[in-house]
């Protein structure tokens, strides 16, 4: 089983940053897509960014690009989600995934995954 703890949640201001960060752990392999997924208040879970190993290829939803940067990290198996020039709209559950030995292909549907971190809130409110 993969384990995900995602962590670096909290409240911003318009226009301000956080960075979240997505730790996976357990039988991960080389080979792996990880996304981030955010879920607001009565609405779907949407696909923010995701990173695909093998390629080493990163991916936006327009909502996000330009403002949003997944930065890999030193140490093994973490990734972290840059997110600068908050909006108030980017206030959601932030939801870290991964799938095993698959590529990013689907990444923006929550069903393309097979691991799920617990979440971190995300809330930018003047």
């Known amino acids: 089983a993969v384990q995900l703890d995602e962590s670096g949640g909290g409240s911003a201001q318009p226009g301000g940053s956080l960075r979240l960060s997505c730790a996976a752990s357990?039988?991960?392999?080389?080979?792996?897509?990880m996304a981030w997924f955010r879920q607001a208040p009565g609405k779907d879970r949407e696909g923010v960014a995701a990173y695909y190993t093998d390629i080493d290829t990163t991916y936006y939803a327009d909502s996000v690009k330009g403002r949003f940067t997944i930065v890999k990290s030193d140490a093994a198996n973490t990734l972290h989600l840059q997110m600068n020039s908050l909006k108030t709209e980017d206030t959601a559950m932030y939801y870290c995934a991964t799938t095993r030995g698959g590529s990013c292909w689907g990444w923006k549907s929550a069903t393309w995954f097979n691991y799920w971190g617990q979440g971190t809130r995300v809330t930018v409110s003047s």
């Open positions: 357990g039988y991960v392999g080389s080979s792996y897509c």
